[in-house]
């Protein structure tokens, strides 16, 4: 198979997961034999003695269950889950996706320090650096997620604390060059934190130099629409030790019953993907060929940007996309198609059983780029693909698209 075909066969890097998904973080023995572990809820955790309470106490670096709020086996099993699934050594869950996000710039950021965000970020972490870490005394410059290595060199500052990544960004699919992000963070004593949501599995970022890995789980990993959690990974102890510091000082927490529906969620999250990702590539291959359609921004087809790094570094595609219209049709028209669709729900979020659709027009910030789609520049829409067939989908796009031409005559 050419590197061509495997852009056209996206499901194809999630088929080797499901079986580690099958065996992996399963209950430690102390359960009655049930395949599951319990959903292990908690605040306190009773003592035999003074020593033993000081012993635990030191070791909470360790997962080590001294206190509710710091997490306890359910947490544990899931965060050995994500761990070996990003190919990191330690998980923290923490209460959201954004809490993914914010508190690993917490803990890496000070005042007077600096932070380099990408054009494309998912708007609630560009909304925390604007107001919270400004607050805090630490500025945030905003580069072309498409930047090259000496473009990034310019922006350093030895004040420069963090080089984040999104990649590819949620509503513009910008996959970036994250080894050559790391290369230069590190040249400049920076660490490299990555919004890894998207490529979950299918992008390793440790192997990319990623020294702070973060996901929604929320999304692909929960798979039902049904739960708000986050994970952030790390490999290097010393940053485990300033992460889980700031985590135990902020409160961060995830509850049980989200951690265990996660880790049920996760047990079929290959066999999900593989379909989705099939479905999605099938979805955006039909809207490539439509006259209404400007551009598809699916990082597997060729022109998509960073089409190259996906080739590169991916193994797989998920099913979350873009598609540009041209220039005569309106946002409005946009949202009245949506309106019109049956099967594509519309809502924010992404990555469980159900599509969705999202009009993206003027909800994406750009500060560094003025736009990130070469001319023509339309309305967009971003589509989450589900566990639908394809040609339910694509008949109901159909149905859309003909609302849309009619709505802009
Ligand atoms: C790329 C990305 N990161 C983080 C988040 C935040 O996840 P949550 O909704 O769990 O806070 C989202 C949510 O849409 C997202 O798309």
């Not at 970020?121 to 107001?131: A, E, I, M, N, Q």
């Not at 599509?355 to 789609?373: D, E, M, N, Q, Y």
Request: charged share 20%; aromatic share 8%.
């Amino acid at each position: 198979m050419s590197q061509d075909d495997f852009s056209h066969d996206a499901g194809r890097g999630w088929a080797g997961l499901t079986d580690r998904l099958v065996r992996l973080a399963r209950p430690n023995g102390t359960e009655p034999g049930f395949v599951n572990p319990p959903v292990s809820r908690g605040s306190t955790v009773l003592y035999e003695s003074m020593d033993a309470m000081r012993a635990r106490s030191g070791r909470r670096y360790d997962h080590e269950l001294i206190y509710g709020a710091m997490g306890g086996p359910t947490q544990a099993l899931l965060e050995e889950a994500i761990a070996a699934i990003e190919g990191g050594r330690h998980t923290q869950v923490v209460s959201s996706g954004l809490a993914a996000c914010t508190t690993p710039l917490l803990a890496f950021l000070g005042a007077g320090g600096h932070c380099l965000m990408p054009d494309s970020v998912y708007g609630p972490t560009r909304r925390f650096c604007d107001s919270m870490l400004r607050r805090l005394g630490v500025e945030t410059t905003y580069y072309d997620p498409m930047i090259d290595e000496a473009g990034l060199h310019a922006l350093m500052r030895p004040t420069t604390q963090v080089v984040f990544a999104e990649s590819p960004g949620s509503h513009s699919f910008e996959v970036q060059d994250v080894a050559m992000l790391g290369r230069v963070a590190h040249e400049h004593g920076a660490k490299l934190m990555l919004d890894n949501t998207w490529g979950i599995h299918i992008f390793q970022p440790f192997e990319h130099g990623v020294d702070v890995s973060i996901q929604a789980l929320t999304k692909y990993p929960s798979g039902h629409a049904d739960a708000v959690l986050g994970a952030i990974t790390v490999v290097d102890q010393a940053d485990w030790v300033v992460l889980r510091d700031s985590v135990v000082q902020l409160g961060q927490y995830a509850g049980p019953d989200e951690c265990w529906l996660t880790l049920r969620g996760l047990r079929t999250m290959g066999v999900r993907l593989e379909r989705q990702s099939r479905s999605a590539m099938a979805v955006a291959l039909w809207l490539q060929d439509r006259p209404e359609v400007a551009r598809v921004l699916h990082p597997a087809l060729p022109g998509s940007p960073g089409h190259e790094f996906w080739k590169r570094d991916f193994s797989g595609a998920s099913s979350l996309f873009g598609v540009v219209f041209q220039r005569e049709f309106t946002a409005a028209a946009v949202e009245d198609m949506v309106a019109a669709l049956g099967v594509f729900g519309l809502g924010a979020s992404w990555g469980g059983y159900e599509s969705l659709a999202l009009p993206t027009t003027g909800i994406v910030s750009r500060t560094a780029v003025v736009s990130p789609h070469p001319e023509p520049a339309g309305p967009a829409l971003r589509l989450h693909v589900g566990l639908e067939s394809p040609e339910e989908l694509i008949a109901d796009l159909a149905g859309g698209l003909e609302v849309l031409r009619a709505a802009s005559i």
